[in-house]
């Protein structure tokens, strides 16, 4: 049957969002957390997929602005809520939407597309690039001490209850996301879904938990946890789940490690989704003890080639051609001039030869500072035409701060 693709109708929502989480799992959402992600729907972006009376896909986007190197806020695409129905794949619905998808987020003028994939090998035949990375960790609390930095027993830690957390906490998020690539600014709606304490994300924890981190009487920081607890015969091995942990100045950060590392009756903190250059890395006295693993977070795609790259700034000055294959989006296709520095940058069209030949997907990889050229390069996916110019490039793209998504989308 011919599967026909329009953009949602307010009327189809219960429909879609259905499906949408059939294709996730089928896990029931409460109505208080669907009732607020209908509210932050944009339906005017979120494309439907209709087998006959059946919605069988689904693709939205949010316009939102993150942080590039360089500190400046860049226009972007949010991608989410991508689904095919079990009973439909293989059949283009997922290219189709794609299309579309990448054609409007153009014609919007958003020169960006950024995702979290939730199968990282479906994206890159769009073009899209694992960008940043995240960590994940197990602490073995009981095996490791952290070394604090000056002025951190002048933190105050105080607990708060979860209605006062969205107007206490937000703020700290709003400070930290100038300061690293990749950080999302919240879309009003989003602030409260981070803090909504909802009974199927809880999966055997406590209620959502907040603390503050204050000094000289103003909010520094913030932790936001949950508790599983354990037992085994030689007594308790409950588990403290880090769902984000914010803040301003190193004491204010060693203060709440060392408090989340300290709680009574548990052993382990899992740290799910920290920066690969997380701080607490250079706190903790025997890393080994804490089961580091590493995973890709967001996945960026340039849409406007052009746009893209002159919306960030360069470590050191650069001036490279880029041959750019992009057979998805063909209108990114040929040489762009790329000059910059640490001031701003200029991407244009031209006929002089290429230095570097590479594909939008790895070009998106590097986008904000998280992957190099040069590791690329050595993987064989991008191409130095001139000597000189990876070593060269390699190093303007990249960033003092590792770039990470804290901001679900």
Known sequence: ???????????????????????????????????????????????????????????????????????????????????????????????????????????????????????????????????????????????????????????????IPAKDALAECEPVYARQVPVRPGMIVRLPGWDRLQYLDAPEDRQGTSHLQTVLAERDGRTTGYALFRIRPGWEDAGPKGRVEIQDIQADDPASYAALCRYVLSIDLTSVVSMSNRPVDDPWQSLISDIRRCNVRVQDSLHVRLVEAGAALEARTYRTPVDVVLEVADAFCPWNEGRWRLTGDAKGASCERTSDAADLSLSVRDLGAVYLGGSSLAELAAAGRVRELRRGALAEASVAFGSDTAPWGPHDI
């Open 1 to 159: 049957m011919t599967i026909e693709l329009r953009v949602l109708r307010p009327s189809e929502w219960d429909e879609w969002y259905q499906g949408l989480t059939l294709a996730f799992g089928g896990i029931p959402q409460s109505p208080e957390k669907a009732a607020l992600i209908r509210e932050i729907t944009d339906f005017d972006r979120s494309l439907a997929a209709w087998d006959g009376a059946e919605c069988v896909g689904s693709a939205g986007s949010f316009g939102m602005r993150m942080t590039v190197p360089g500190g400046g806020l860049a226009p972007m695409a949010g991608v989410t809520m991508v689904s095919v129905s079990s009973t439909h794949r293989r059949r283009g619905v997922l290219t189709s939407m794609m299309r579309r998808q990448l054609d409007d987020i153009r014609a919007w003028g958003e020169p960006l597309a950024v995702l979290m994939a939730s199968e990282p090998v479906i994206y890159g035949r769009f073009g899209y690039g694992a960008a940043a990375s995240l960590i994940r960790a197990d602490i073995d609390t009981a095996r490791v001490r952290l070394e604090l930095p000056e002025g951190t027993e002048s933190v105050r830690i105080r607990k």
